[in-house]
C-alpha cells in the first residue's frame, strides 16, 4: 500500500507559514501583500475558485481586492483595470481567473500584467525566465507539485519522470520544473504512442489530462511516485464525485506514493498562489524572499531559491 501524499496538510502548513511571514512584515513594515482578482462572467466553478483564494488570501492576513466584472465588459475596460493595478502600489500580485469570454483574448490579458505581479506565472517573461534558468513567478500547480515532490524525495537528481499532459499552466511548466531539478524527462500527450511503456519507466508520474482514471495501476512503476493532477468529476454510486487521472485504488496498491483527489494537489494550488504573492510583495520591496525557515514540512519553499542559482 502507498503512502498517501497529504497535500491538504502539507497546504496548511504552507499557508500558516506565509501566515506568521504576513505577520512579521506588518509588524516591522506596517504594510501587507495585496492580491487583486479578476472574474469576468458568471462561470460558476470559477466564482468558487476565486472566493476561496480571495478568503484564503484573508486569512494569510494579506490584502484581498476583488474585481467582479460583467461577461460584456470589453477587453479594452479590462486592459484598463490591468493597468490600473500595475500601477496600485498596494497590489503586488493579479490574477485573472480563466477562462475568460470569448471575445477576450487570454494571451493579450495575461501578457498586459506587469511580470512582477504575475503570480500566476503565466506571463511570457516568466515562463521564458523559467525555460532560462531565472528567478521567475512559477505557476502555481507546478509549483505545489514539487514542492510535494521535493518533500517525498529530498533531492530528485537522476529520476525518470513522466508527464502526461502538456498544457501551458500545467504540463509544460511542471516539465520545465522537473528538468532543473535534474530529471529526466518525458512528456506525453493525446499523439504519444505507447503511453503504457513510458509510464512503466517512470520514477515520478505527473498526470495532468482530465480524463477520469485513465491511468490504472498495472501501468505504473513499482515504488513510483504519481503526482495526480487530474480533477474530473464522475457520477458514483448515483452521487457526483471527484477523481483524478489515475485509479486511485488500484495504483495505491503499486505505487511507492501517491496523491489522493481530492486533498492532493488542488489545495497546494492556492497556498501556492499567497506563497508567490507574498514572494512578489518582498522583490517589490527589495526584502529577503520567504526561504526554508526551518519547518521541515516547508523544505519545498527552497525551490524558489533553487530555481534562482539553477544555470
Ligand atoms: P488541458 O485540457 O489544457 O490539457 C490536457 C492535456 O492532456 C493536453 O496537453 C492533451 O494533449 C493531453 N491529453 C489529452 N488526452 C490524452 C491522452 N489520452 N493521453 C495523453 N495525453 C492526453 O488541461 P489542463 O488545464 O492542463 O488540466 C489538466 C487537468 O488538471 C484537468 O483535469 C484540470 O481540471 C486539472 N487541473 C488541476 C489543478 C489543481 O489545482 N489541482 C490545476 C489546473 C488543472
Not at 522537473?178 to 530529471?183: E, M, N, P, S
Request: charge should be neutral; charged fraction near 20%.
Amino acid at each position: 500500500m502507498s503512502r498517501i501524499i497529504d497535500g491538504k496538510l502539507f497546504a496548511q502548513r504552507l499557508r500558516e507559514f506565509i501566515g506568521q511571514q504576513v505577520a512579521i512584515i506588518k509588524t516591522e513594515h506596517g504594510v501587507v501583500p495585496g492580491l487583486a482578482t479578476i472574474l469576468v462572467g458568471q462561470n460558476p466553478a470559477s466564482e468558487v475558485y476565486v472566493r476561496n483564494k480571495a478568503r484564503q488570501t484573508v486569512e494569510a492576513g494579506m490584502a484581498s481586492f476583488k474585481h467582479t466584472l460583467d461577461a460584456t465588459i470589453s477587453q479594452a475596460e479590462l486592459l484598463g483595470l490591468i493597468a490600473e493595478l500595475n500601477a496600485n502600489e498596494d497590489v503586488h500580485g493579479i490574477l485573472v481567473q480563466l477562462p475568460l469570454p470569448a471575445h477576450i483574448s487570454a494571451e493579450r490579458v495575461i501578457n498586459a500584467i506587469d511580470p512582477r505581479k504575475d503570480v500566476d506565472g503565466f506571463h511570457v517573461s516568466n515562463v521564458g525566465m523559467l525555460g532560462t534558468g531565472q528567478p521567475a513567478m512559477l505557476p502555481c500547480t507546478p509549483l505545489g507539485c514539487m514542492m510535494l515532490l521535493r518533500e517525498q524525495f529530498g533531492s530528485l537528481t537522476g529520476k525518470n519522470a513522466l508527464v502526461v499532459g502538456r498544457s501551458n499552466i500545467v504540463g509544460k511548466p511542471m516539465a520545465q520544473l522537473l528538468l532543473a531539478d535534474d530529471c529526466t524527462v518525458t512528456i506525453a500527450h493525446r499523439y504519444s504512442e505507447n503511453l503504457e511503456e513510458h509510464c512503466r519507466r517512470a520514477d515520478i508520474l505527473v498526470m495532468a489530462v482530465g480524463k477520469p482514471q485513465m491511468i490504472p495501476g498495472t501501468w505504473i512503476k513499482p515504488g513510483a511516485t504519481v503526482i495526480d493532477v487530474g480533477i474530473n468529476r464522475i457520477e458514483r454510486n448515483g452521487k457526483p464525485t471527484l477523481v483524478g487521472d489515475v485509479d486511485f485504488t488500484s495504483a495505491s496498491e503499486v505505487a511507492g506514493a501517491i496523491t489522493p483527489v481530492p486533498g492532493g494537489v488542488g489545495p497546494m494550488t492556492i497556498a501556492c498562489l499567497l506563497l508567490n504573492t507574498l514572494t512578489a510583495f518582498c522583490r517589490s520591496k527589495g526584502m529577503p524572499e520567504p526561504a526554508n525557515s526551518g519547518l521541515e514540512l516547508v523544505n519545498g519553499i527552497g525551490v524558489i531559491q533553487e530555481f534562482k542559482k539553477a544555470s
